[in-house]
């Protein structure tokens, strides 16, 4: 792949292959970065001669509380949470500022955004009828692990991409070249990979529909299916894009991106953020289990 | 075996059987053998019946594991290499294990058996463990393949796992041990501490980490596990929880002390053909065994012939044990892959065991059992 000529189309343009499954042709040139990055040949490779994508990285966004233009915002309980609990403005990170809902899929989201404090605890599957996931400590699925506020880490060999988000230590695995399908659904979705010259392009579907892309309510159904382009525009920096492709809920494919900075700190490290024990009381004082209260006989 | 399997895996996907915890011999033990003769009595099966139904499955997986006695007096095979030079422990292994953790009195001298002994014993346990109570049967795992039996689990001729001390025993607790252990039975005197979330000290049932340690004994389900390897990191990532270390090997010092992860800190280096896994900083709450969040892990993982790593730990903790103690597991090699494991987004179990344990303690029954990790 070094040295290949690649050709950068411009616009992005998606072509359904033969299994309907949709891939993108975006091809920057060698040399070229996608439109409006500098012009950059990744200088650090790794021994198959890939780019090398190593390291921790973090978004510098504010995509988590909205992936659409947003002001500041205030926190859900500012009488005790103050500035702490309050919500940064930040710039839209989908292309055209604009998810192409279908129309009852609007209307829900303004639903989620209503309810996304709602806590939901229950033996059986109605506690997935929740607010946003985020709150209860769950897997943040794909993209949203990648523009939360925690770095994560990328680890990579030819075969096997490994990705470790500080975020609840969730977990993906990149099976480069693969083309297994997913074997059930779930919060991360099953990922396979490929390199499309300097681009990093993994295919993302099996999801399980549980997670949201946002603390606003924007989200998806189990037919999602994320196409992922991870282009490195310096040493320190990777262009991220994502394609949403979900016909239960959008009237179209639609993209998002920002780019991923590098930690490069001496001792930078992922420091576990196990929040599990941070929502028990949440989750489980209401229900009364958290605290031993035990029942009157009756 | 069966009952202590069922206790453990009350967080899993098989939640609703966190309830079925075993009550101490006593006041519960008549409700419960009545319960179980009920069910004996209204299952379509007798458990001649069921044990027959698995009989050709025991016996196959039974001659495929003992063509392979784990031997850790043979010599290592010739390693392998990554393509960076660094020995090769990249895949999926398994930690299972009917060997138990000390050294059962019958082999009190004996700490190694004859290959012959140790395929005896392995297959009684498997027999044991194969067999199948009509009582419980809804809830056996051998319905889902994932019986210990029927992992590639292999026979050992180490009769404990135990190494060190030389008596095959966990060391006694240091006098620190001793009275950190009284205060905790003082303090929880009285009160079942199954009865809130805030108070079980099972975080394997509560999803904050799987049941595979650090360090991992070989008891439970869900031991399967991935080491991947890069040039400067080895990931060691477990089925359970999908607990996953990052493990540096470029030398650096360890996290300053005020970091306390709950899969702790760890710094790995290769000694020859050995990985050599440090790992200190543990949780203050996570009491391993007893141990405190100072507790010092050694890990050893050495590849001794293609299907097999040689995987040993070393444990100290002075506020706990009077001498470090040193246990050695082979791991068997596994097909790949993991799936993803979301405990605590489905933790139906916790709920039930804490529903259970307040309904017990209303009604005056003793407390269940805890589960060991």
């Not at chain 1, 016909?247 to 930078?268: D, G």
Request: with cysteine; proline share 9%.
């Amino acid at each position: 792949m070094r040295g290949m000529r690649i050709r950068f189309t411009g616009a992005l343009m998606s072509v359904a292959v033969a299994s309907a499954t949709l891939w993108l042709t975006a091809t920057p040139i060698a040399g070229q970065a996608p439109a409006g990055f500098p012009a950059y040949k990744a200088a650090v490779r790794t021994a198959d001669g890939k780019p090398d994508l190593s390291g921790i990285w973090e978004a510098m966004t504010s995509a988590n509380w909205d992936i659409l233009a947003h002001s500041a915002q205030p926190g859900p309980h500012p009488q005790i949470m103050g500035a702490w609990g309050a919500g940064r403005g930040g710039q839209s990170i989908v292309e055209g500022n604009e998810i192409p809902y279908q129309p009852w899929a609007k209307a829900k989201q303004q639903e989620n955004l209503k309810n996304r404090m709602v806590v939901k605890v229950a033996a059986d599957p109605s506690r997935f009828d929740t607010g946003d996931r985020e709150l209860q400590c769950y897997r943040p699925g794909v993209p949203r692990a990648n523009y939360m506020p925690y770095p994560f880490q990328i680890f990579q060999t030819p075969e096997e991409i490994v990705m470790v988000y500080e975020y609840k230590g969730a977990l993906r695995s990149i099976y480069m070249n693969a083309t297994d399908e997913a074997p059930g659904d779930t919060w991360m979705g099953w990922s396979n990979g490929k390199w499309d010259g300097d681009t990093l392009v993994i295919d993302v579907n099996g999801f399980n529909g549980n997670t949201w892309l946002d603390r606003a309510g924007n989200f998806h159904s189990d037919a999602l299916h994320v196409v992922e382009r991870w282009t490195p525009i310096s040493p320190y920096h990777i262009r991220y894009e994502a394609t949403l492709d979900d016909p239960k809920v959008y009237t179209r494919p639609w993209k998002m991106s920002f780019p991923l900075y590098k930690h490069v700190e001496a001792n930078a490290q992922l420091v576990e953020f196990n929040c599990v024990p941070f929502v028990e009381e949440m989750m489980y004082d209401p229900i009364g289990l958290y605290r031993s209260q035990p029942r009157q006989a009756k | 075996m069966r009952t202590r399997t069922l206790v453990q895996c009350g967080a899993v996907t098989l939640g609703i059987i966190g309830v079925l915890t075993v009550a101490p011999a006593g006041v519960a033990a008549q409700t419960r053998a009545e319960i179980a003769d009920a069910a004996r009595k209204a299952s379509p099966r007798t458990a001649e019946e069921a044990a027959t139904f698995f009989e050709a499955e025991v016996a196959r997986k039974t001659a495929a594991a003992i063509a392979r006695v784990y031997d850790p007096t043979r010599p290592p095979t010739p390693v392998k290499k990554t393509p960076w030079g660094h020995p090769d422990l990249r895949g999926y292994w398994l930690s299972l294990s009917y060997t138990p953790l000390e050294r059962p009195a019958e082999f009190a001298d004996k700490a190694l058996l004859t290959p012959q002994e140790a395929i005896e014993f392995f297959k009684k346990a498997v027999v044991e463990d194969a067999a199948v109570d009509p009582a419980t049967v809804h809830y056996d795992w051998k319905e889902f393949g994932m019986d210990t039996w029927q992992s590639p689990v292999r026979p050992n001729r180490r009769s404990g796992l135990i190494i060190d001390p030389a008596n095959g025993k966990l060391p006694p607790l240091s006098p620190e041990g001793q009275r950190r252990r009284a205060a905790a039975q003082a303090a929880g005197k009285g009160v079942d501490p199954q009865t809130a979330v805030s108070t079980l000290n099972n975080f394997y049932t509560r999803c904050i980490t799987g049941n595979q340690g650090p360090p991992r004994l070989p008891f439970n389900h869900d031991s399967e596990s991935q080491i991947f390897q890069t040039p400067n990191y080895v990931l060691l990532i477990t089925q359970s929880n999908n607990d996953v270390r990052i493990i540096p090997l470029d030398g650096r010092p360890h996290v300053p002390q005020e970091v306390r992860p709950w899969l702790g800190d760890s710094r790995g280096r290769w000694e020859g053909n050995t990985l050599v896994v440090e790992t200190t900083n543990f949780h203050p709450d996570r009491l391993w065994r007893g141990a405190t969040g100072n507790m010092n892990l050694i890990e050893r993982f050495t590849r001794v012939d293609d299907n097999t790593i040689s995987y040993q730990i070393t444990v100290s903790d002075p506020a706990q044990w009077a001498q470090p103690w040193t246990a050695e597991i082979p791991w068997p090699r596994i097909e790949p892959p993991l799936f993803e494991f979301a405990c605590h987004e489905q933790n139906y179990g916790v709920i039930n065991v804490v529903t259970g344990a307040q309904i017990r303690a209303t009604e005056g029954k003793p407390a269940a059992r805890d589960g060991d990790n």
